[in-house]
């Protein structure tokens, strides 16, 4: 069964000038979607940054109808309906300045497991591929949840393969439950909620897969997962959005370069020349940026490898004690700790990074290795 709150927020949000932000702003003043639904617009209007345009819909008696209609197509096709105000999204999306008001979903997220969202071009290459392929062959035995956008492309691959390593995988979709885009992608999704996964939606059953709404989707994938893996995307690419949007929700981005003139890695590249991405060297060093790695739970080495010990200079031995102590510290951080100008500094982090001593992380920030 579902709540009078859950019909009464389908009516709020389907009004045509209340979008989430003032959807969330709205009950956060009266309490409940019900309790704005039945408010006299006058006492609406008082509301800081709601005007007399965004609330006149509401009390239209069509949408209550239209809301009754949802929630029966919810209980027909098993769908269930996740309220932002009621603190039932996920917490990370939650967290979210933008997040939906409204979550609509089938099948099983598990809070409990860590999401990763890896994103890409439809025109996947073969390069990119091969790294999808190594990334799920690396961390196989982890347990953590890929989230991607059921799209075709890297999209697909990601659900694919983790269907074959038994990895929980979710799709976040551009439309309403009522249909299915990429329709080629449907007996894939089905295979997803049998495996333990599950497909998620901020658009109702009126929603078809509009251009705008793809957009709308990745800034979920975005904010759904603590880090986000560009694979491959061209300059503008739908992938470019997704990273976008996780810069803004000060997450961790990274993303695999390429060749400059490969079309599908430049977007890619350029997202690494502007620090809104740190670059994939290895597989071993992000899975374990990502705390999925395979050493977490792997036997001691038989033959382990010794490791070598750097000798810095006593300048590049102060900011890599300061990085050490201070972890993702910030370049302007670090230079005032340091007592140097950032310039200055900039070219002993290089040195540091390759001696392998440190990392640089989106937002120009410092790890030590």
Known sequence: MYSDEQLYAIALRRCSSIGDINFFKLVRAFGSARKVWETPKKELAEIDGIGRKTISDV?????????????????KNAVKIRLRHLNELPFLLHECEDAPAILYQKGNFNEELKPVSLVGTRNMTSYGKKF????????????????????????????????????ATVGVLAHGFHTFYPSKNRLLAEKMLENGGALLSEFNSSQKPDRENFIQR???????????????????????????????????????????????????????????????????????????????????ELFPVKKTVMKLTAEQQGIYDEILANANITLDDLAAKIGAASHKILPLLLELELLGAVKSLSGRQFLAV
Do not use: W
């Open 218 to 300: 990745n800034r979920i994938v975005a904010g759904i997962s603590p880090a986000t893996i560009v694979v491959e995307t061209a300059f503008g690419g739908g992938s470019i959005s997704t990273a976008t949007f996780a810069n803004t929700y000060n997450r961790d981005v990274y993303a695999l370069p390429g060749k400059i003139t490969d079309k599908y890695s430049q977007g890619c590249n350029h997202l690494i020349f502007q620090n809104k991405a740190t670059a994939i060297s290895n597989l071993t060093d992000l899975c374990d940026l990502l705390n999925i790695g395979e050493h977490q739970n792997a036997m001691q």
């Open 59 to 75: 009390g239209n008696s069509e949408h209550l109808d239209f809301a009754e209609k949802e929630l029966k197509f919810c209980e």
């Open 132 to 167: 999808v392929e190594d990334f799920f062959e690396q961390s196989k035995n982890q347990k953590y949840i890929s989230v991607s956008g059921l799209a075709l492309g890297v999209d697909k691959e990601v659900h694919e393969l983790s269907l074959k390593n038994n990895i």
